[in-house]
């Protein structure tokens, strides 16, 4: 039952409830219709009895019996006697005795050869004749055979019954379960679109589940609302941020350049120069995802030589590998083109390359591949550095997440992969991590080669 849907326990339960109800109304109707059929039965044989005595007459004193006084009618059998009990005239069923005693204005019932009888008997005195004893006999079981084909009929008629009811409140559970499954349906979609601006839009009677539609589409405004403040205020912020850090930087240039400073002071105005060229980058990271947030961060597509920015990459970080000891190793096809965004696939390797140095011990190595088959491009970077947990692995797309923090410097935010994946997926590619803790981990991307 737990694990029914709520369709199918309601129906379950309507089902049931239904079940019982025809069941009892049934038991009621054949226990009051049985008593009161035996109780019509009782009063038929009563009649019967007190016709008889209109089909006797005394003639010169002698007793006429009319001959219809022998038909078994309404299933009664009648038979007159005389005042010493012998029988005069009429019938009795087959193979019934005699030996019942008479008792005149009872109904008496007696079992007799397996079967069931009512029995009246009534009297009168005749003029000229005497006192004359009619017996009525009619049989129970035949009544109880029609009941016994009753209840045989009701049997029959409560898996209709059933049947036909739980179809009916499957139906009725659908229709009244259908807004449910539209609000579901929508608020999943949302869920998956991650697109805070649609909304349910359920029209219709204003009932509970409508108001439930309605105060979840408020609550997505709202929310929508506050997305979109807090995406504003990072990228106000970013803003704001970038011309003082500026200006900090060409300070720290010009006191860097002027004789007078000592090798103390100099070494304290690097340490600024060096912080504040972290949060320039920082804060250029941040501008372009609140660019991707809202939708502004534009792709400039031009066919582009992908290997000659690879390497160009390669040389630029070259050295940052060389203080590592760390072999930087090139597997590049020659002249891979594609159509794509100069700058953001340079960041892409850039990246990528740049965390393999980072989370590589010294003397490691790093291999960086690209080669085309078809109408992909793959391109790889390889370490064997420090790895990644399988907990962390899947974490590490996502922002200002990092996996070992004491093992980077302030200038790795947890940034740099929110953005590669956007830059790969925003040239129609996928990405993916393979890692292991310890051994090395390995990126491979894959891009098309006309952006569609
Ligand atoms: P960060 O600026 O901290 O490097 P990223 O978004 O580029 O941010 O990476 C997120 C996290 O993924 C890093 O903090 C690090 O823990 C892990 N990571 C990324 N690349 C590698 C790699 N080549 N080897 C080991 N860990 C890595």
């Known amino acids: 039952m737990k694990k029914l849907s709520l369709k199918w326990k309601l129906t379950l339960l309507y089902t049931l409830f239904t079940t019982l109800l025809t069941f009892i109304i049934l038991a009621v109707l054949l226990y009051l219709g049985s008593g009161s059929i035996l109780a019509s039965t009782q009063d038929q044989l009563k009649e019967r009895v007190f016709e008889g005595f209109e089909m006797l007459d005394v003639r010169n004193g002698s007793l006429i019996i009319d001959s219809d006084f022998s038909d078994v009618e309404s299933g009664v059998y009648l038979s007159?006697?005389?005042?010493?009990?012998?029988?005069?005239?009429?019938?009795?069923?087959y193979g019934f005795t005699s030996s019942i005693s008479f008792q005149e204005n009872t109904v008496q019932t007696a079992s007799l050869g397996g079967s069931t009888w009512y029995i009246f008997?009534?009297?009168?005195?005749?003029?000229?004749?005497?006192?004359?004893?009619?017996?009525?006999?009619?049989?129970?079981?035949?009544?109880?055979?029609?009941l016994?084909?009753?209840?045989?009929?009701?049997?029959?008629?409560?898996?209709?019954?059933?049947?036909?009811?739980?179809?009916?409140?499957?139906?009725?559970?659908?229709?009244?379960?259908?807004?449910?499954?539209?609000i579901t349906r929508a608020a999943r979609e949302i869920c998956e679109e991650k697109d805070l601006s649609r909304r349910i839009g359920l029209k219709g009677n204003r009932d509970e589940i409508t108001i439930l539609a309605e105060?979840?589409?408020?609550?997505?405004?709202?929310?929508?609302?506050?997305?979109?403040?807090q995406k504003q205020f990072t990228s106000d912020v970013s803003h704001e941020l970038r011309t003082p850090l500026s200006v900090i930087l060409s300070q720290c240039d010009e006191l860097l350049g002027s004789s007078n400073l000592t090798a103390e002071e100099k070494t304290a105005v690097h340490?600024?120069?060096?912080?504040?060229?972290?949060?320039?980058?920082?804060?250029?990271?941040?501008?372009?995802?609140?660019?991707?947030d809202q939708k502004r961060q534009t792709l400039t597509l031009e066919s582009l030589d992908f290997t000659l920015i690879a390497?160009?990459?390669?040389?630029?970080?070259?050295?940052?590998?060389?203080?590592?000891?760390?072999?930087?190793?090139?597997?590049?096809?020659?002249?891979?083109?594609?159509?794509?965004?100069?700058?953001?696939?340079?960041?892409?390797?850039?990246?990528?390359?740049?965390?393999?140095?980072?989370?590589?011990?010294?003397?490691?190595r790093i291999q960086v591949g690209l080669f085309q088959k078809d109408a992909a491009i793959t391109g790889y970077v390889k370490d064997n550095g420090i790895g990644i947990s399988q907990e962390d692995l899947p974490k590490i797309w996502e922002r200002f997440y990092r996996a070992d923090s004491s093992r980077t410097d302030s200038s790795h935010s947890g940034l740099g992969l929110s953005m590669v994946r956007w830059i790969v997926e925003a040239h129609g590619g996928t990405i993916r991590a393979e890692s292991t803790k310890g051994k090395g981990s390995l990126f491979v991307f894959t891009l098309p080669k006309e952006n569609s």
């Open 80 to 93: 007159a006697y005389d005042e010493s009990g012998s029988l005069l005239s009429g019938r009795v069923p």
């Open 148 to 182: 016994r084909l009753l209840i045989r009929l009701a049997l029959i008629l409560l898996p209709l019954i059933i049947l036909l009811s739980a179809i009916l409140c499957f139906s009725l559970v659908r229709r009244t379960l259908r807004p449910v499954f539209h």
């Open 121 to 146: 008997d009534a009297s009168s005195e005749l003029r000229d004749f005497g006192t004359i004893r009619i017996r009525g006999i009619c049989s129970v079981s035949a009544l109880e055979e029609e």
């Open 271 to 292: 340490t600024i120069q060096d912080r504040a060229r972290n949060l320039t980058r920082l804060v250029s990271q941040l501008l372009f995802l609140s660019r991707t």
């Open 311 to 364: 390497r160009s990459v390669l040389e630029e970080l070259e050295m940052f590998a060389a203080e590592k000891k760390i072999s930087l190793e090139e597997e590049i096809q020659d002249s891979i083109t594609l159509l794509g965004d100069e700058t953001l696939l340079m960041r892409l390797w850039m990246n990528l390359i740049e965390n393999a140095i980072a989370y590589t011990q010294e003397g490691g």
């Open 215 to 229: 105060t979840f589409d408020s609550m997505l405004e709202q929310l929508q609302e506050a997305f979109e403040r």
